[in-house]
């Protein structure tokens, strides 16, 4: 018996930008009794249906944008005669639905790192269980990744969570719902001993994956001064102090090593946890802009963001510390007119994010968004080749609309135009060659403007078009731009690199770290 497991995809480009961690933590959760389970990443190649045998066992995590494909990938597994596990947050928000659409046996809800080895013992004697609660663990809980079962070779950057849940609310977001409210922190040893083994294979680029990398902002701790709330108070300057401490260990780590994150807008007023950034080698960050103007920020529950040239000064406050901005953008929300396209577009070149990224609006299950429309749905009802719209997840790529909430004053057609000419507009040559100029050396330039072509490929050709043969032609182009970008990612291994001494220290001092030998010389 074989355990499989298998991260979907639609779109397969032979190289990935970062590593599908759940892949590698249940693989670290698979005890050994099973054997070496066997990594399928669909972002890289499809799967091949001929390497599943009867009696394996074949995990399968589903986001929405995926889940589709996941569900082929059950209903391939369990005609082999397998066992089908189904995770991941869509099956904890649907978890029926997998049964129904995806041939599953069983289905793991929330957190899996402890549960999975129960679904796994079930499953071998026969006798799955129908849902599988995983809830949500705590932060000394999480279960550090199998890198041993890495292809090097694939991938440019490699993924290590530090923390999971996030305090605020917005509406197109389900993580507050998914994994809660509360942030729930991994010990910094942990995630230290996990980089240096990460470091040691050759990766020296690290998506700290985390829901919010800040999630304690300077104005929480005034509320909660206000309030005269105590309690609450320690609670969040212990959070607050905890992320201080890993990020003076992230700082004694070897000097070329890159992290990335996800914080929110407000860091940008904080200018010590942004200078600790910097010294963590923290060198940038996706921030969640979302909208320019103080009605769209209102439209997302997301108003504790500026807007106009005050949005622009404060993205430019991370630049001045040393923190690079991916800056997310959503279009299409009831407030957005034709004039905010290039609005948004030049708020984004003039604030100088050295990255972004511009979605159409979609409710995604679990947001406030979602449960506002489904519940306008049930009046008239829309569908699409017989899939009510509120199930766009279940409809063919092929007729699966683009936007699924009808705009007051503009089409779906002329929202994805837009977006598209957003899209070219800020990765033109000239504006990428520009923002290249953050890059010390010409090799890391040049590694900069491949990266940045093949992100505009990855996310806008095949994205939002719906033009079957320009999607091709931007998978195609993908894929060799991934190809040629990867080796300007891959690092000389540090097998040599010591894992870190940790040695005791008094109250109200930062953990101690000795790392013997960090360059590997």
Same mark, same amino acid.
């Given at each position: ?7 979907? @995809? ?7 930008? &970062?590593?599908?961690?759940? +892949?590698?933590?249940? /693989? #670290?959760? *698979? $005890? ?73 046996? @069983? ?7 402890? &549960?999975?080895?129960?679904? +796994?013992?079930?499953? /071998? #004697?026969? *006798? $799955? ?393």
């Amino acid at each position: 018996m074989n355990v499989h497991l298998v991260n979907p @995809s639609d779109n397969s480009f032979g190289t990935a930008v &970062i590593t599908p961690r759940w +892949l590698f933590v249940l /693989a #670290a959760a *698979t $005890p050994r009794s099973y054997g070496t389970p066997k990594l399928v990443d669909e972002s890289l190649e499809p799967l091949d249906p001929s390497t599943i045998q009867s009696g394996d066992i074949v995990g399968i995590s589903v986001h929405t944008g995926n889940a589709l494909r996941g569900y082929e990938v059950g209903n391939l597994a369990r005609e082999r005669g397998a066992w089908v596990i189904y995770g991941g947050i869509h099956a904890t928000l649907y978890p029926e639905e997998a049964f129904d659409r995806g041939g599953a046996h @069983s289905v793991v809800t929330g957190d899996g790192d402890l &549960i999975w080895a129960s679904a +796994l013992a079930d499953c /071998a #004697a026969g *006798t $799955p269980g129908h849902i599988y609660a995983g809830g949500k663990i705590e932060g000394d809980q999480f279960i550090a990744a199998r890198w041993d079962l890495v292809d090097t070779d694939k991938y440019m950057w490699a993924s290590v969570q530090t923390i999971r849940g996030c305090p605020k609310h917005c509406s197109f977001c389900s993580v507050w719902r998914t994994d809660g409210q509360k942030p729930r922190q991994r010990n910094f040893q942990s995630v230290i001993e996990e980089i240096v083994d990460l470091r040691r294979r050759g990766f020296r680029f690290i998506a700290l994956a985390d829901d919010n990398f800040y999630p304690v902002t300077l104005t929480d701790l005034r509320l909660a001064k206000a309030q005269n709330n105590t309690e609450k108070l320690r609670n969040l300057e212990q959070i607050r102090e905890e992320r201080f401490h890993l990020m003076a260990q992230l700082a004694r780590l070897p000097k070329d090593m890159v992290f990335f994150t996800q914080i929110t807008m407000e860091a940008a007023e904080d200018a010590a946890f942004l200078d600790a950034m910097r010294a963590a080698n923290i060198k940038g960050a996706l921030v969640g802009v979302e909208a320019v103007t103080p009605e769209g920020l209102k439209a997302v529950y997301k108003d504790f963001n500026y807007s106009g040239d005050r949005l622009a000064q404060q993205l430019q406050e991370f630049r001045r510390h040393g923190v690079h901005v991916l800056g997310s953008f959503i279009f299409g929300l009831p407030t957005d007119k034709p004039e905010t396209f290039d609005a948004t577009v030049d708020l984004a070149l003039k604030s100088g994010i050295t990255f972004a990224q511009f979605v159409m609006m979609t409710p995604f299950p679990g947001t406030v968004d979602f449960n506002g429309w489904e519940k306008e749905q049930l009046v008239k009802p829309t569908l699409v080749g017989g899939i009510p719209i509120v199930r766009y997840w279940l409809i063919p790529t092929s007729i699966r609309p683009k936007m699924f909430t009808p705009h007051p004053i503009m089409s779906s057609d002329e929202i994805r135009d837009r977006t598209q000419g957003v899209w070219d507009k800020f990765y033109t040559f000239p504006a990428i060659w520009k923002r290249s100029r953050c890059c010390p050396t010409l090799r890391s330039r040049l590694g900069f403007i491949f990266l940045s072509k093949l992100y505009r490929q990855m996310y806008a050709g095949t994205g939002i078009s719906t033009d079957s043969a320009r999607r091709k032609k931007a998978k195609r182009t993908a894929r060799w731009i991934a190809r040629e970008c990867r080796r300007l990612f891959h690092a000389k291994p540090l097998p040599d690199l010591a894992v870190p001494t940790w040695t005791k220290t008094p109250a109200n001092a930062l953990p101690g770290l000795t790392i013997l030998n960090p360059t590997g010389d």
